[in-house]
């Protein structure tokens, strides 16, 4: 099925624009704002010299996330998120993403810290934010190479991650709020480069799906997630 037959004129498999801006804020050894059709992320990846307690004294580094969103970034004000709840459930997937795209292993008893801050949302806050997260991290990394801190760049895998839903039997790819709020099932999915499925996110919402859909929405997610991967190796020329 195709045509024009969403709220904002994309067909059902189509993404909205996506655009990054690197180094967005002058401090961050990484950041980056990802803007996602009017959803807008700013992220930000830092570089702190400790690492967890569990990992001191084994050479190992880490690779940990914070997502917040500001109180305007909605259409109506909301109260500031505490440090709990669905924020904590979001940003442990940014940072389990974040984990398995980079050889975190290879950066020493550091750590890189992501903040993920959602300045205007407009659906898919959580896919845009580890989209432009692994952009950040990948520019933090490039940091402490440069630096001459780390003598060799850790192994990766480029990610991205996509909102998808269901609606009237119809499968929609980077799902807006308007259409989030609407489907019958809501997907999240992220995947490598390679098309190896890091996470997936499923819930019946208004209605079940079947084993034929999910593996029709996984298609269409990889189709939207190596489009995003395309744009992410085209920004960071790799």
Same mark, same amino acid.
């Given at each position: 099925?195709?045509?024009?037959?969403?709220?904002?004129?994309?067909?059902?498999?189509?993404?909205?624009?996506?655009?990054?801006?690197?180094?967005?804020?002058?401090?961050?050894?990484?950041?980056?704002?990802?803007?996602?059709?009017?959803?807008?992320?700013?992220?930000?990846?830092?570089?702190?010299?400790?690492?967890?307690?569990?990992?001191? =004294?084994?050479?190992?580094?880490?690779?940990?996330?914070?997502?917040?969103?500001?109180?305007?970034?909605?259409?109506?004000?909301?109260?500031?998120?505490?440090?709990?709840?669905?924020?904590?459930?979001?940003?442990?997937?940014?940072?389990?993403?974040?984990?398995?795209?980079?050889?975190?292993?290879?950066?020493?008893?550091?750590?890189?810290?992501?903040?993920? =801050?959602?300045?205007?949302?407009?659906?898919?806050?959580?896919?845009?934010?580890?989209?432009?997260?692994?952009? %950040?991290?990948?520019? %933090?990394?490039?940091?402490?190479?440069?630096?001459?801190?780390?003598?060799?760049?850790?192994?990766?895998?480029?990610? %991205?991650?996509?909102?998808?839903?269901?609606? =009237? =039997?119809?499968?929609?790819?980077?799902?807006?709020?308007?259409?989030?709020?609407?489907?019958?099932?809501?997907?999240?999915?992220?995947?490598?480069?390679?098309?190896?499925?890091?996470?997936?996110?499923?819930?019946?919402?208004?209605?079940?799906?079947?084993?034929?859909? +999910?593996?029709?929405?996984?298609?269409?997610?990889?189709?939207?997630? +190596?489009?995003?991967?395309?744009?992410?190796?085209?920004?960071?020329?790799?």
């Amino acid at each position: 099925m195709s045509g024009k037959i969403r709220f904002d004129g994309r067909s059902f498999d189509e993404l909205r624009k996506t655009t990054f801006e690197r180094n967005f804020l002058k401090y961050p050894e990484g950041s980056v704002l990802i803007t996602q059709g009017s959803t807008k992320v700013i992220v930000t990846a830092s570089v702190l010299e400790s690492v967890p307690r569990f990992l001191v =004294d084994t050479g190992t580094g880490w690779i940990t996330a914070e997502y917040s969103m500001l109180p305007r970034a909605t259409q109506t004000r909301n109260q500031r998120e505490p440090y709990r709840g669905r924020a904590v459930e979001i940003q442990r997937l940014i940072g389990r993403s974040l984990r398995a795209a980079f050889n975190y292993e290879r950066l020493g008893e550091r750590t890189i810290k992501v903040d993920c =801050d959602v300045i205007q949302a407009d659906g898919g806050t959580r896919c845009a934010s580890i989209t432009g997260a692994f952009i %950040a991290v990948f520019d %933090a990394i490039n940091y402490l190479y440069n630096q001459q801190l780390i003598y060799e760049f850790p192994n990766y895998k480029v990610l %991205a991650a996509i909102s998808l839903g269901i609606k =009237d =039997d119809q499968i929609l790819l980077d799902l807006n709020y308007n259409e989030d709020s609407k489907v019958d099932v809501d997907f999240n999915l992220v995947m490598n480069e390679d098309s190896e499925i890091i996470e997936l996110q499923g819930t019946a919402e208004g209605a079940t799906f079947s084993k034929k859909k +999910l593996a029709e929405i996984i298609e269409l997610g990889e189709k939207g997630i +190596l489009e995003l991967i395309k744009i992410q190796k085209k920004e960071l020329n790799i």
